[in-house]
């Protein structure tokens, strides 16, 4: 039997962005998404979104954490996609300055969106700020500003269905093309999961995990919760070893 879709409070969200159980969490993370293989994942679910497609010259990574994810990425996209500005969304500002320096050697400009994802994608952000790579605030840009792509890994499961769908409503509307890299639910990943101390993380990031496989995809739950599919493209499946991803390009 298909386990049920749960969605809990995970303990990092909640957990003051300085705490120490919290600075060694997200340094786990790193380490999980790259058992995971969330930057391979995601590198090719880009592609496929671009196949066909200018280079993008707008992203904005949603519940971008740290950073680091964004940033391997761009290592890989930086010589064929110059010049991009990128925000990284998150409800905390944990992005260190050099973080955003390395963007910046890379001819990318990086900035920081602290916003809730919800607010955001409701076009609700507008007297927010964002700060660029030498610590000014600069203007985030109207709500009807054009995304070329958004990205998200390991941050949609955090929803709930109803809250899930005005995420992706208000991501769709601002966006031409959508990257979600996700926990697969199902007993493979679930058991994984619970052997994640295997890999030396502390109890933050081995309660989480769990919760994060409980609340994953499976199927095609996230296209059935994608607003007007009939003008998208619409790709959704396994990513192994247990992630679950979904590319929407605008048709």
């Known amino acids: 039997m298909a386990l049920a879709r749960t969605v809990l409070p995970e303990t990092l969200d909640d957990l003051p962005e300085d705490a120490p159980a919290a600075i060694r969490s997200r340094r786990d993370l790193q380490r999980v998404n790259r058992v995971m293989r ?12 671009f196949a066909d497609r200018p280079a993008p010259r707008r992203i904005v990574e949603l519940g971008a954490g740290d950073g680091s994810l964004m940033l391997a990425l761009a ?6 996609w110059p010049g991009v500005r990128v925000s990284l969304l998150d409800r905390q500002r944990v992005v260190d300055a050099r973080t955003l320096a390395a963007f910046q050697r890379m001819g990318w400009q990086a900035d920081l969106l602290q916003v809730d994802a919800l607010r955001w994608s409701a076009g609700a952000h507008d007297t927010q700020d964002t700060q660029g790579a030498h610590g000014a605030s600069t203007a ?11 990205i998200a890994n390991l941050f949609v499961h955090h ?7 005005a995420l992706l ?12 890299n996700e926990p697969r639910r199902g007993a493979v ?14 109890a933050v990031t081995r309660g989480d995990a769990v919760l994060s ?13 994608w607003p007007d599919p009939a003008s998208w493209r619409l790709q959704e499946g396994l990513a192994l070893p247990f992630s679950h991803c979904l590319v929407a390009t605008r048709a």
Not at 189 to 199: H, K, M, N, V, Y
Request: net charge positive.
């Open 38 to 49: 969330a930057r391979s994942i995601l590198l090719g679910a880009i592609d496929r979104a």
């Open 140 to 150: 985030d840009g109207a709500s009807d500003e054009r995304i070329d792509l958004v």
């Open 159 to 165: 929803f709930d269905a109803p809250a899930l769908a």
């Open 189 to 202: 990943p679930l058991a994984a999961s619970r052997l994640i101390g295997l890999l030396g993380v502390n």
């Open 213 to 225: 496989v409980r609340a994953g995809f499976r199927g095609r739950e996230l296209s059935a919760a």
């Open 169 to 180: 409503r208000g991501v769709a509307a601002r966006c031409d093309a959508f990257v979600a």
């Open 75 to 80: 290592q890989r996209l930086a010589p064929r």
